[in-house]
């Protein structure tokens, strides 16, 4: 059983930045993917992007809605970070990490909630105007 923590999210105000961590207990695929997705009150989860490692392969995805100001990066083995710049009022949201195999990351399957295994429990990001 993978269990995936997030950390770093907090409050900020509008054009300011925030790093969230997510941090893994295990992750012994030979390929994985990590995705990062937000969740609005009443609203729908949204993915936001992900990261896949495969081999010496590291490959990022980003929704366009971040694209340009969001960086998804690895730390360590066990870590990937999302670094927010330019925040924005409508960014604020409840931030989660997820976890699958390498073939999650594949297309567009990157952005499909159903298609990871492993959730963390989530982080707060809210951002003032």
């Known amino acids: 059983q993978v269990q995936l923590e997030e950390s770093g999210g907090g409050s900020v105000q509008a054009g300011g930045s925030l790093k969230l961590s997510c941090t893994a207990s295990?992750?012994?695929?030979?390929?994985?993917?990590i995705g990062w997705f937000r969740q609005e009150a009443g609203k729908l989860r949204e993915a936001v992007g992900a990261f896949y490692r495969g081999g010496g392969t590291r490959e990022t995805y980003y929704a366009d809605s971040v694209k340009g100001r969001f960086i998804i990066s690895q730390d360590n083995r066990n870590t990937v970070t999302l670094q927010m710049n330019k925040l924005k009022p409508e960014d604020t949201a409840t931030y989660s990490c997820?976890?699958?195999?390498?073939?999650?990351?594949?297309?567009?399957?990157?952005?499909?909630?159903?298609?990871?295994?492993?959730w963390g429990q989530g982080t707060q990001v809210t951002v003032s105007s």
């Open positions: 997820a976890a699958g195999p390498g073939s999650t990351c594949a297309g567009p399957n990157w952005q499909g909630r159903e298609k990871y295994t492993f």
């Open positions: 295990t992750f012994d695929y030979s390929s994985s993917c």
